[in-house]
């Protein structure tokens, strides 16, 4: 059975990002081991404590170099990631030449209250992830735009249209993650 493991661009409790990574973890429910790690306790990237870092980073990059592939759910902040999930990146992409991020195959999905879906964020990412060399999954793409309008209150995606992009897009995303293992 496939690893995958979920990485939350945002940290609020909650997050549409969050939202959306754990309605892809009830799809894929009994088909993957999916995992949403948290990043929120990742200090702040430091070189000098890169090769004797603390605790949170060990066990984060254990989980990420364990995983058969990457979810990311990022959230748009100034036409970006978030630090922290920038930050969680940094971690993962050192130390040079022992990068658990290095050949992973991933794949990025985001929620915003606008009406551009986090797509400026996505395609900042998938640069990022080009340096670090992680494997992005192309498509299907799935930026959801006025996500306060298709969650209930009890977190549940409540609209049928991105609920059957996100069927066609976590299949998609297991086969990458399958040709790409």
Known sequence: ???IIGLCGSLRKESYNRKLLMTVQNLLSGKVK???IEIG???L?????????????????????SADG?????????????AALKNAIEWGSRPY????????????????????????????????CVQVNIYMMNGPEVMVPFAAKKFDEAGKLIDEATMEKLRLFSSAFIEWVEKMK
């Open 1 to 3: 059975m496939l690893n």
């Open 70 to 82: 990457i979810l990311f759910a990022t959230p748009e902040y100034n036409y970006s990631v978030s």
């Open 34 to 36: 999916f995992e949403i």
């Open 97 to 128: 030449g022992n990068a658990v991020l290095n050949t992973k195959p991933a794949a990025v999905i985001g929620a915003s209250t606008g009406m551009l879906g986090t797509s400026r964020a996505q395609y900042h990412l998938r640069q990022i």
């Open 41 to 43: 306790d990742l200090p």
């Open 45 to 65: 990237f430091n070189q000098d404590i890169e090769l004797n870092p603390p605790e949170a980073v060990v066990s984060f990059r254990k989980k990420v170099g």
